[in-house]
């Protein structure tokens, strides 16, 4: 009612109501006053609530531009606040697991290196009566090549995107692992040396047909199927040695084992639910070996004797290619 009688006055200001009060031109034209006095003060309420809703709305746009809406309603984007997107993400975890158990077959060449020396005395004897000579050989390192085909089994665990595992590893192998160099003979009587020298050639032939090796490896998914690693461990060697000489009698085989540390990298994929290619480089050094041997000829009142000393030094570079099948994870 307050409203209205300013109202009342405004337009008493402005000349619509004249008179004294509370004299009017008449009835009817007061009645009319009033009903535009109404009808001004509903126009008046009516702005008043589409004011408050603007304001609402107003609230609403500026808590949706400050990204303070819900969950799951869509940000807005304003000319002076724009929409800030997240960075693109690198890399997702994995959804297939790596731990567990698995084993394979793998096959690859290898380029072997390998030197040998050696210090041997041959020697006849009989009652007044010493000949003989002693020899040393030397090759000078020789490059040879070979095969191979491993089977191997193991296990890995994963930690979020880092892979540690281990394996063992047998293998089947052709490695040629010969060399070439001479060798320098002194002969000798019972009074020592007679001053005759003479040289030949000197070309052991080894060779690989053996080997297993205790691996480490640990590496890092570069996506949730490509494991890159590098591995570390253990490998051991059968050899066997023949010293081709120009005596058939002197040509003994003979095998020994020899072992060394291995290192190398290697990437693997999964190319399936349970199966798993790889590739593989290695270098291996093997630790040098040493043989002894004696041997004697005795038709009496006469001997020969023979004795020989030598040392081996081998290493190698491999590559592989295999296959491996993961069973059901660790738990």
């Not at 390998?114 to 050989?137: K, V």
């Not at 052991?204 to 998914?221: C, D, K």
Request: aromatic letters at 10%; charged letters at 20%.
């Amino acid at each position: 009612m307050g409203r209205r009688f300013g109202v009342v006055a405004t337009l008493c200001s402005l000349g619509l109501i004249s008179g004294s009060a509370p004299t009017f031109a008449g009835e009817a034209d007061t009645s009319r006053v009033l009903e535009k006095l109404a009808a001004l003060e509903a126009r008046v309420a009516s702005l008043e609530i589409e004011n408050r809703n603007y304001r609402r709305r107003l609230a609403g746009v500026q808590r949706h531009s400050e990204g303070l809406t819900p969950a799951g309603s869509e940000r807005m984007t304003t000319p002076d606040r724009p929409l800030k997107v997240a960075a693109p993400e690198h890399f997702r975890a994995p959804s297939s697991d790596w731990t567990g158990v698995f084993w394979g077959v793998s096959a690859g060449g290898a380029a072997t290196r390998s030197s040998t020396s050696l210090s041997e005395r041959n020697a006849l004897s009989s009652p007044g009566f010493l000949n003989g000579y002693d020899t040393s050989g030397v090759t000078s390192p020789t490059s040879g090549a070979g095969g191979f085909i491993d089977v191997f089994a193991g296990a890995d665990v994963q930690w979020s995107r880092f892979v540690i595992g281990g394996q063992l590893e047998a293998s089947m192998s052709d490695l040629n692992f010969s060399s070439s160099g001479t060798r320098s003979l002194t002969y000798f009587d019972q009074n020592g040396p007679t001053g005759i020298t003479a040289s030949a050639n000197y070309r052991p032939q080894v060779s690989s047909r053996w080997m297993s090796s205790a691996l480490v490896r640990a590496g890092v998914l570069l996506d949730e199927s490509t494991l890159v690693y590098g591995l570390g461990g253990w490998t051991f060697a059968q050899f066997e040695a023949r010293n081709i000489t120009d005596n058939p009698l002197l040509q003994p085989k003979e095998t020994f084992w020899v072992n060394g540390p291995t290192g190398g990298i290697g990437i693997e994929r999964s190319i399936g639910s349970n199966w798993r290619v790889r590739a593989e480089y290695r270098y291996t050094k093997f630790e040098k070996a040493r043989t002894e041997d004696q041997f004697a000829f005795i038709s009496s009142p006469s001997s020969q004797t023979y004795s020989r000393s030598t040392q081996f030094d081998h290493s190698m570079q491999s590559g592989r290619i295999g296959f491996a099948y993961a069973l059901n994870p660790l738990q």
